[in-house]
């Protein structure tokens, strides 16, 4: 890098390089269309373009060797490309050269910005592109730190959201040892080694949508990385998705890749994984072994991304899950019990109610809702044409047992109303069958008595008017209120779903919460003890101010709203090197 770039006089595209963003609302009808194309086409691209065997017959790629550091710090990060104030907000704690950060008894403890910064996966929101980077991930830890006068090494990790375009943006931004701010990306490739003093090593590995892991990537593991494995080593091995977690929920076979890799890489020549990391699930969670070699599973989805509840996570596991069938899993099992999470489930429980905003918080959903009771209230209105008798008398008289009657005997009443039982069961993104269907038809059952009754009262209220004034207001009633109504019933129907644990995923995310940020400090010390800080964000600031008179190395923007200091979610977590065995 040259040198740091021009501060920015004035808050504008062509001065900043990017444009700040606001967060994704995901119930948005765009964005509902548009992941579900996203889906369809990763599918493909996983499929029939996998990039990771591209780069393998391309470049060479050995471990990175920090071995002639006596200690190093390194951030993990991850989740992090959404809305500019929340992902701006934990960039600048990142930044920092010194970062005091408020213990749990409320002593002040003082840490050190990482030399080497990972990005744990989903760098981008939603959808991965030159443009989203941009403005979503390189710009605002630009302007977080410009410039740095020691050296900072950025690697990162591509979640599904990076490949959803097959990664073919993620390795133009992060494998071209290209600079982001102060931070120089050192990977030709989505997955690396990094060789640590004490005979610690920090692997990322990319696993595509949690599918598996290509065999280029094993054979550079197993025979490149692998020979240098000693017996007694210690790993931090880094994924995208906590499959620890997943696999003790519904899906016992989520955790085979990650086993499989530890088994053919790392165990057999008699080194251990000591830490795992992982984002994905937008929230901090720690698990610790129970007994055993003195593990840890963390989970640190908090860079920028909505947040995700807690109040789901099992407070025990087992690894790997007694429901698995893979032959070759790793056994004994371990257990592991939940040591910490952010929010706390407490917490997590009480920020459900917020899905009652829906309406008000996305606008476009209301829509969504209105364009739908709008289409009902046609289908039902072209149903009672021909009788030689005005609709609009017609609907007037109607009961409610009566639309209902008129929508059955309508072709193409039936087929919206089956279209409508399917997409909503589609919705609940459950795989159980009998559950997705019950919950979805549940769920369309509320939204065709809304549907019925907002037509219902659409028309009573209106019983004064004729000609063309009844159209629009019949139209426009049923659009705003339908629309409020409608939205409401889902808003509910989320609220109750996540008591049965489905969408709660969705329950968070329609709420966009930008608070309860986090990310993990790590210190590897001169006598091989490595020690976590788990760093949160109870509230981060909603408003930034451009700063204008600073100096060309420090950060643009300052906070021009209230917020919290960073705090430890737990006391430091410290794990001891094994030594040789």
């Not at 050190?112 to 403005?135: H, N, R």
């Not at 996305?362 to 008798?389: D, E, H, K, Q, T």
Request: net charge negative; with cysteine.
């Amino acid at each position: 890098m040259d040198g740091p770039p021009p501060r920015p006089q004035r808050e504008t595209d062509a001065e900043l390089g990017f444009t700040p963003r606001p967060a994704v609302r995901w119930l948005s009808p765009r964005e509902l269309l548009a992941t579900g194309t996203r889906v369809l086409l990763s599918g493909i691209f996983g499929a029939y373009s996998d990039k990771r065997e591209l780069q393998a017959a391309l470049q060479r790629c050995e471990p990175f060797d920090y071995t002639g550091d006596s200690e190093v710090w390194i951030d993990y990060v991850s989740d992090l490309g959404d809305g500019f104030a929340p992902t701006y907000h934990v960039a600048r704690q990142l930044a920092d050269e010194k970062l005091d950060v408020v213990g749990v008894d409320g002593e002040t403890v003082p840490t050190e910005a990482g030399k080497i910064l990972l990005m744990g996966g989903d760098q981008v929101y939603p959808t991965a592109s030159k443009a989203e980077y941009e403005d979503r991930l390189v710009g605002p830890y630009r302007a977080a730190l410009p410039w740095s006068y020691t050296e900072r090494h950025l690697y990162a990790i591509p979640g599904n959201h990076d490949w959803y375009d097959g990664l073919t943006a993620f390795i133009r931004v992060f494998c071209q040892h290209d600079w982001i701010g102060g931070w120089q990306t050192q990977q030709p490739r989505s997955y690396f080694a990094l060789q640590l003093p004490h005979r610690w090593w920090l692997l990322g590995i990319d696993i595509q949508f949690d599918n598996y892991i290509d065999e280029p990537q094993l054979q550079y593991f197993d025979r490149v990385v692998g020979a240098e494995l000693e017996a007694g080593d210690s790993v931090i091995l880094c994924s995208a998705k906590p499959s620890w977690v997943k696999s003790n929920l519904d899906h016992p076979e989520a955790f085979v890749n990650l086993d499989y890799f530890v088994r053919k890489v790392v165990s057999r020549r008699k080194a251990h994984v000591r830490l795992y990391l992982t984002g994905d699930t937008h929230h901090y969670a720690h698990y610790e072994e129970v007994g055993g070699h003195d593990r840890h599973l963390i989970t640190a989805g908090g860079g920028g991304a909505y947040l995700s509840n807690t109040h789901h996570l099992p407070s025990e596991l087992e690894l790997p899950p007694p429901g698995s069938r893979d032959p070759g899993k790793s056994n004994p099992s371990s257990r592991y019990r939940l040591e910490a999470s952010f929010p706390s489930r407490e917490r997590s429980l009480k920020m459900r109610k917020g899905i009652l905003d829906l309406p008000f918080e996305n606008v476009g959903f209301w829509g969504l809702s209105a364009g739908l009771f709008m289409a009902f209230g046609w289908i039902v209105a072209s149903a009672l044409r021909g009788g030689g008798v005005s609709v609009a008398a017609l609907l007037k008289d109607l009961t409610s047992m009566d639309i209902v009657q008129v929508l059955l005997r309508s072709t193409l009443g039936v087929g919206a109303m089956l279209v409508l039982v399917w997409a909503l069961a589609t919705f609940t993104q459950k795989d159980a069958a009998l559950k997705r269907w019950l919950l979805g038809g549940v769920h369309a059952l509320l939204q065709f008595v809304a549907i019925v009754a907002s037509i219902r009262l659409a028309a009573w209220a209106l019983s004064g008017l004729d000609g063309p004034a009844f159209w629009v207001l019949f139209f426009g009633l049923l659009g705003a209120g339908g629309g409020l109504l409608g939205s409401m019933v889902t808003a509910v129907y989320l609220y109750v779903a996540d008591h049965f644990g489905c969408n709660s995923n969705e329950l968070f995310a329609a709420q966009r919460i930008p608070d309860y940020k986090c990310f993990v400090r790590m210190h590897l010390d001169d006598k091989g003890t490595l020690t976590a800080y788990p760093v949160g964000i109870e509230k981060t600031a909603r408003k930034w101010k451009l700063r204008t008179d600073g100096e060309l190395h420090e950060p643009w923007y300052e906070p021009d709203s209230a917020c919290t200091p960073p705090t430890l979610i737990e006391p430091p977590i410290r794990i001891k090197p094994l030594g040789r065995s």
